[in-house]
């Protein structure tokens, strides 16, 4: 089964369109952690944020805010005012005591964003 | 800024080469990760290592091997090199969590990826 899914393969907006990445994650542990990573196209996965589960507060960033909810398992992403530089393939991780801290990525999401 | 290094971009192989990835990290990070990228899969773990010469499985570790002799290079082994592992490898780095335990939920740090096609 799936532990981490990104349901949404490809999206593509216009310029300035707020766009929402959507991950569901599922464990078994009371202790983990998520993360998102942006992968543009040079190739290099970049680091974006890590939550812990015993923190649900919602996060922003400048344009960039993410919504985790357990009693949905799903750490959402969202991005304000899209700009091209914002095109990328976004992966959602997530990492459980259980499995000693192993990473595991969902499939990724690539998003468009058209000037 | 921390830097992974991947000796490769893009890498054309045969089949039933002994293929080498080696990557090389900047930051004295303790762990080293070997993924490879396939779409609709994600990243997927091969081996990983917390320390000079200690290496683990992670998920997808059969057909591949590891070398660490030194703290910063993490080499990637494919011992007789195979088709079904045309893929896009990536490595990355990372401390430790802070109760050091060996593997780690600090933010992972990665190379740019080496494209490598077995022919």
């Known amino acids: 089964a799936q532990k981490v899914t990104q349901a949404q393969t490809e999206i593509s907006v216009v310029e300035k369109e707020d766009v929402t990445l959507d991950c569901v994650y599922e464990?078994?542990?009371?202790?983990?952690?998520l993360f998102w990573y942006k992968q543009p196209p040079s190739g290099e996965l970049v680091f974006l944020i890590r939550r812990n589960s015993f923190d649900e507060q919602n996060e922003i960033s400048g344009r960039y805010s993410w919504n985790f909810q357990k009693s949905t398992s799903s750490f959402n992403f969202t991005i304000t005012a899209s700009q091209v530089v914002d095109s990328a393939v976004y992966f959602c991780?997530?990492?459980?005591?259980?499995?000693?801290?192993?990473?595991?990525f969902g499939a990724g999401t690539r998003l468009f964003v058209k000037a | 800024d921390v830097k992974v290094t991947q000796s490769s971009r893009y890498l054309v192989k045969r089949t039933g080469e002994k293929v080498f990835l080696e990557c090389v990290q900047d930051?004295?990070?303790?762990?080293m990760f070997w993924y490879r990228q396939d779409p609709g899969l994600g990243l997927r773990l091969i081996y990983f290592?917390?320390?000079?010469?200690?290496?683990e499985k992670g998920d997808i570790p059969e057909g591949y091997s590891v070398s660490r002799e030194k703290k910063e290079r993490f080499s990637l082994i494919l011992e007789s090199a195979s088709t079904n592992q045309t893929s896009m490898y990536l490595c990355a780095s990372s401390l430790p969590n802070a109760r050091g335990s060996a593997l780690s939920n600090q933010p992972q740090h990665f190379g740019d990826g080496t494209r490598l096609s077995i022919l």
């Open positions: 991780a997530l990492s459980e005591v259980f499995r000693g801290f192993k990473t595991i």
């Open positions: 290592s917390y320390d000079v010469k200690m290496k």
């Open positions: 930051m004295d990070h303790e762990n």
């Open positions: 464990t078994r542990d009371t202790t983990y952690y």
